[in-house]
């Protein structure tokens, strides 16, 4: 394989312009990104993109860090076998960082500014209206995250061992106060001894 | 986002559940992650800037760390299939957090005084365009939106005239 030349400008200026179309979460634009840096520039491979985004989801935190870990993997991957791999592993860091600074800095600017001037104008009706408008569309939009996720698993006959742990987590979630960690942990738990 | 519903709302009591989905419904129509945008927003509403930066700053450096180290071991041992087991199963209980969240809220839509039938159609819509349909949310929401904030509008008083 040819060594990897990364564009990091380009990459950057990529990230910032998604940054602005990631209405409900960078994981929108997640389609867009495989676009470019896999199958347009092959700085990704596709199992790369994939894992990247499956550990992401899995990791505690904001999903957005997927974006990171993107970047920490086009880092790696960026003229490897020519540097030294102590360059590779600062390349990596300096990489994840760069794309979660980019896909943050335009959404967040705009997001300020815009929920400013709904506070300071909160008894208009207009933003009454759609404060209460929005709220059953939020809900249902959350419900279909959580389908969307679950439904990755689409071979009923083997996969229904994740549909149950899925549905015992979300009751569990819903009516007890089970610290959300311990549910994570069994499921990885189960995952690794092969049961689901 | 089942977390930061959980630890505002359930252990903090910062916000209430209507709170809660009243700035979720801004984050999420605002582009960007919607957890950092929550985050930011509440971090500004009680401290400025600087509770913005400060929330920003604890939303994601601990993860940051934690998902980067979890990827460096996770190159080493990716064809394991230990490994991808516990992926698997992780993010099948990911799902069901979400769920769990999108179920309490449920919760809080009582209080809606567009009443519960317009709350159930607005709601039964959005989820069957998005989850069935699969149709991209930047056609959907705009869609359902403009109808249900004209219908929430309408069943309002005109804005109380400032003294």
Known sequence: ?196 | MAVVQRELVERRRWLTQEQFIEDWAVAQLMPGPNVINLSMVIGERHFGWRGALSALAGMLLAPLVVVLLLAALYGSVAHHPTAQGALRGMGAVAAGLVIGTGLKLLGALRHNPMGALACAALGTVTAVAIAWLRWPMTTVLPAVGTVAVWWAWRGLPDTPSKP
Do not use: C
């Not at chain 1, 300020?112 to 208009?124: E, K, S, Y």
């Not at chain 1, 279909?144 to 439904?151: F, H, N, P, V």
């Not at chain 1, 009751?171 to 089970?178: G, I, P, S, Y």
């Open chain 1, 1 to 196: 394989m040819p060594p990897i030349s990364v564009d990091w400008l380009s990459l950057t200026g990529q990230f910032l312009s998604l940054s602005l179309l990631s209405i409900g979460g960078a994981i929108t634009v997640a389609p867009d990104m495989h676009r470019y840096l896999v199958t347009e520039h092959g700085w990704l491979s596709d199992a790369q993109f994939n894992s990247s985004i499956a550990l992401s989801q899995a990791a505690p935190g904001p999903n957005v860090l997927f974006v990171a870990l993107l970047g920490f993997q086009v880092g790696l991957n960026a003229n490897a076998g020519l540097v030294p791999a102590y360059v590779s592993w600062a390349q990596a860091l300096a990489g994840s960082l760069l794309t979660l600074f980019a896909i943050l800095l335009p959404s967040s600017l705009l997001n300020h500014t815009i929920t400013r001037w709904a506070h300071r104008n909160q008894h208009r009706r207009a933003v009454r209206a759609f404060k209460q408008g929005m709220a059953p569309i939020v809900v249902a939009l959350i419900l279909s995250t959580g389908w969307l996720l679950a439904s990755a698993h689409d071979q009923p006959a083997s996969d229904w061992p994740l549909w149950l742990v899925t549905a015992a987590s979300a009751v569990l979630a819903w009516r007890t106060r089970l610290h959300l960690l311990w549910l994570i942990g069994a499921g990885a738990l189960l995952g690794a001894m092969g049961w689901v």
